[in-house]
């Protein structure tokens, strides 16, 4: 079995994952609100974490070194989970995933302040491709702009940052260090954003499962992904997590009855055109003696 399609196994399991946590976040969305969907999911992270570095021996590799770095990581990524899980309750979930994809665009304007890396311009066209991109999926104006394109938005740069900062723990953390940091650090996060108001809802026996799935699904998708950029380079496992968009539109379809937009398919391959554009190039780039 060749490398290729066993990263193509594992992408499945990554695309599968992400789908998942979509619709289990809109079942639970109708009794929990972002925050306690984040802390339940946190939870359910801490013990898988704990339980999974137990058995494999890493346990021992969780330390207290740049609980600073850790703190910045985790508080990116909870903003951009939570406002990830209001959006796809307001808007329909191709224009979700379409705009998530802007991700990698992000972080390419933002790597200069945090990793002071240069923007080449291959990666300055390739954010204007995919920014058109964007304006092809909201087409924004007082007319159709809805408050769940805005939160997309705002939800893949905080992705964007998330794994900037998470580029710069793998100098020296490893992976069992850094999902241990990211469970419990955002399980306190949640406790405190949910609690604020002094209620916090508790989950029906209905509900529980759904929360298991997103905390599962969460950790699953990432460990999918990661394995398979392992195995095979992005620009192989870029094409086949973009499978992702025409799938949760047709869940969208058969679900909740959402029609797909053809803006939201033209944008999103520009999206993913900008992106890709700017992997294939790095991926080129002749190596440093």
């Not at 306690?36 to 801490?46: A, C, D, K, T």
């Not at 007082?142 to 408050?147: N, S």
């Not at 990211?182 to 604020?196: E, K, N």
Request: aromatic content about 10%; glycine content about 8%; proline content about 4%.
């Amino acid at each position: 079995m060749s490398d290729t399609f066993k990263a193509a196994l594992w992408m499945s399991g990554a695309i599968f994952s992400f789908t998942s946590m979509a619709v289990a976040g809109r079942a639970v969305s109708l009794e929990l609100d972002t925050f306690e969907i984040m802390m339940y999911r946190s939870f359910v992270g801490v013990i898988i974490v704990l339980c999974v570095a137990r058995a494999t021996g890493t346990h021992t590799q969780i330390n207290r070194d740049r609980l600073g770095l850790h703190f910045i990581r985790n508080i990116s990524h909870f903003a951009g989970q939570n406002l990830w899980f209001y959006s796809i309750t307001v808007i329909p979930l191709a224009q979700v995933f379409a705009l998530e994809f802007t991700s990698p665009l992000w972080a390419i304007l933002l790597a200069p302040l945090i990793l002071g890396e240069r923007i080449t311009p291959v990666g300055a066209l390739a954010a204007i491709v995919g920014f058109a991109g964007i304006l092809v999926v909201a087409r924004p104006s007082p007319e159709t702009f809805e408050i769940g394109q805005l939160t997309a938005a705002l939800a893949a740069i905080g992705f964007a940052l998330s794994a900037l900062f998470t580029r710069r723990l793998t100098r020296t953390a490893t992976i069992t260090c850094i999902l241990f940091y990211l469970t419990v650090m955002q399980a306190a996060f949640g406790l405190i954003s949910a609690g604020i108001d002094g209620d916090i809802a508790l989950p029906s026996a209905a509900s529980v499962p759904w929360l298991v799935l997103i905390g599962c699904a969460g950790l699953l998708a990432h460990f999918c992904l990661t394995s398979a950029l392992r195995l095979a380079p992005a620009t192989v496992v870029m094409p086949i997590d973009f499978i992702r968009l025409p799938l949760i539109a047709v869940v969208g379809v058969l679900l909740y009855d959402e029609p797909i937009d053809i803006f939201v398919v033209l944008g999103a391959l520009m999206i993913f055109g900008g992106n890709y554009l700017n992997i294939w190039t790095q991926t080129r780039r002749p190596k440093s003696a």
